[in-house]
C-alpha cells in the first residue's frame, strides 16, 4: 500500500511530498519530496503518526453533558457515574465501548489504553466468565478498528481502611493475588487467540483503592510480564492527606517504596505533587499521563507538567472521562493552563505537544513500534486538514502549530491503523453511524427503570 501525504511530522518537523509505502501492518519505507505515484493515495493536509489515548474510562462517556446542571466537585461527580456503573452488562459494555472507541478513531487516535476495574457483576460476584467485561473491551476495540491497551485495574477498597460497598462492590477481586490470578487468565487468553490488536497490562487504581501491602504484588505481575503498569497519582489533595495519615508518605513515595514506579509505569493525573514527588517521578523515569480536559471539568487542578518533564518523566495525554474526545485539544491544554499559572507563554513546543500525543502515549501503553513515521513503525497514520475555517491560512511552515493550537477532531479527515483505512474523508468506514451509535448506548447505560 502506498500514501501520498501532501506534508507529514516526522518528528523532526514538517515535510512535504512523502511517499509512506507499506506492508500489512507495517511501514517499509518513507521519502521526502517525492511526486505522487499514479497508484499512491493522496492525503492532503498534515499528515501525523496515529495518535495514543493513554487514558480512558470508556463508560464514563455515557456522563457527558449530564453532569454540567450543579456545582460540586469530583466526589459529587464520583456518584453519578457509580450509578451508570451499575447498569452495565458485557453487551451494553460492549456496545458503548465500540462507539466510543469508533469517535476515537475518528478523533485520529489509533490505539486506547482502558483503564478497566468494571469487573464483576453487581454486587460482585463474578461473571461465568470472570473476564467477560475485559472481553468486551478488546471486542468493542477490534469493532472500531483500533488497539487497545486492557489496563486491568486492582481495586480493593473504597478508600484507605474503608470497605468496597454499593456499586463499587463491582470492581473488588477481594486480594492482589485474586487479582492476579484472573489477569494472568486474560492474558493467556488474548496471547493464544491471536488478538494482534490487544494487549494486556496493569493497573492500581490509586493509594485510596489498594493497600500499601498489596501494591507490590501488582507490581510484580506487570514486571514479570513486562506489561505497562499505571496509576491514579495524587489526582485530590483528600488522596494525598489521606495518605500521610495512614501511612506517613505521599503516595508517589508509597508507590516507589512498593517498586510501583519506573520507565514501564505512568502516573496519571499527577496533580498535586511536592517538589520530591516530582524528583522521584523523574528519577526513575516514570512516565506521566495529563488529562486537561478532564482535570478542568471535574475542578482537580492543573499538573506540573512542565516541571514533570524537565525532571525526566515523559508527558503522555489521555481523555479519562470524555468530556470531549479530542488530543489537538490536550495537547494545546497542557501548554494553555501553564501559560494561566506562570503568566508567561511559550513552555512547550508544538513538536513537544505532538511527540506527547504519539509515541510517548504508545510506549506508555506498551506498543514502543508505534506512534512514529518510520520503516518498522505500525503503518498508523492521521490526517489533518489544513484548510478548514480552523486551520486555513497556516502554510506548511507552522502546519504543526496549525494542528496543535487550532485544529480539534473535527479536522481529521483520514485514519489508517496498522494499514487498514478506518475512517476516509471523516466518515468512520467500519460504524456506520457513529453518532446515533453512541446516542443509543447512552440511553441504554443511564435509562431510568420504572418503579
Avoid at 396 to 414: G, I, L, N, S
Wanted: hydrophobic share 40%.
Amino acid at each position: 500500500m502506498q500514501w501520498h501525504a501532501q506534508f507529514a511530522w516526522l518528528g523532526d518537523g514538517v515535510a512535504a511530498d512523502v511517499l509512506i509505502e507499506a506492508d500489512g501492518e507495517r511501514i517499509t519505507s518513507l521519502a521526502r519530496g517525492v511526486p505522487p505515484p499514479p497508484r499512491a493515495q493522496h492525503l492532503p493536509g498534515l499528515t501525523l503518526p496515529g495518535l495514543a489515548n493513554a487514558h480512558s474510562h470508556a463508560f464514563h462517556r455515557a456522563l457527558r453533558s449530564r453532569v454540567q446542571t450543579n456545582r460540586g466537585t469530583f466526589w459529587t461527580w464520583r456518584e453519578q457515574m457509580y450509578r451508570v456503573a451499575d447498569r452495565l452488562d458485557p453487551d451494553s459494555y460492549r456496545a458503548l465501548a465500540r462507539a466510543v472507541y469508533a469517535e476515537m478513531a475518528l478523533a485520529g487516535i489509533s490505539c486506547v489504553g482502558e483503564f478497566h476495574y468494571l469487573h464483576h457483576r453487581p454486587g460482585g460476584a463474578p461473571y461465568d466468565a470472570p473476564n467477560a467485561m475485559g472481553e468486551a473491551l478488546i471486542a468493542a476495540a477490534a469493532d472500531a478498528g483500533i488497539r487497545i491497551t486492557l489496563l486491568d485495574t486492582c481495586y480493593l477498597t473504597g478508600g484507605i481502611g474503608q470497605p468496597l460497598k454499593g456499586p463499587q462492590l463491582r470492581f473488588g477481586d477481594g486480594t492482589a493475588g485474586n487479582w492476579a490470578r484472573r489477569v494472568d487468565t486474560l492474558h493467556e487468553q488474548t496471547d493464544k487467540a491471536g488478538r494482534l490488536h490487544a494487549r494486556v497490562g496493569a493497573a492500581i487504581h490509586s493509594v485510596r483503592a489498594v493497600p500499601r501491602e498489596q501494591v507490590r504484588a501488582v507490581a510484580s505481575w506487570a514486571k514479570e510480564h513486562r506489561a505497562p503498569l499505571h496509576v491514579h497519582l495524587s489526582e485530590q489533595p483528600a488522596e494525598n492527606t489521606a495518605c500521610l495519615d495512614a501511612y506517613g508518605v505521599t503516595p508517589a513515595r508509597l508507590l516507589a517504596e512498593a517498586g510501583a514506579l519506573g520507565p514501564l509505569s505512568t502516573a496519571v493525573h499527577a496533580t498535586h505533587l511536592t517538589g520530591d514527588d516530582i524528583r522521584l517521578l523523574g528519577a526513575t523515569t516514570t512516565g506521566v499521563c495529563m488529562c486537561p480536559t478532564t482535570e478542568r471539568d471535574l475542578a482537580d487542578g492543573i499538573g506540573p507538567a512542565r516541571g514533570l518533564a524537565d525532571a525526566g518523566a515523559p508527558i503522555c495525554l489521555g481523555s479519562d472521562q470524555h468530556a470531549v474526545i479530542d488530543l489537538f485539544e490536550e495537547a494545546r491544554a497542557v501548554e494553555l493552563d501553564e501559560r494561566l499559572r506562570t503568566r508567561v507563554r511559550g513552555h512547550w513546543t508544538a513538536g513537544e505537544l505532538l511527540a506527547a500525543a504519539t509515541s510517548n502515549g504508545h510506549y506508555a501503553l506498551g506498543w514502543p513500534e508505534a506512534g512514529r513515521l518510520e520503516p518498522g513503525a505500525y503503518a498508523d497514520l492521521v490526517t489533518v486538514a489544513l484548510d478548514s475555517a480552523r486551520t486555513a491560512g497556516a502554510g506548511p511552515a507552522h502546519a504543526a502549530e496549525a494542528a496543535v493550537f487550532a485544529a480539534t477532531a473535527a479536522d481529521v479527515r483520514h485514519v489508517v491503523v496498522s494499514g487498514r483505512q478506518i475512517v476516509h474523508d471523516g466518515r468512520h468506514l467500519l460504524v456506520d453511524d457513529v453518532p446515533g451509535a453512541l446516542a443509543a448506548a447512552v440511553e441504554s447505560a443511564t435509562r431510568e427503570e420504572p418503579g
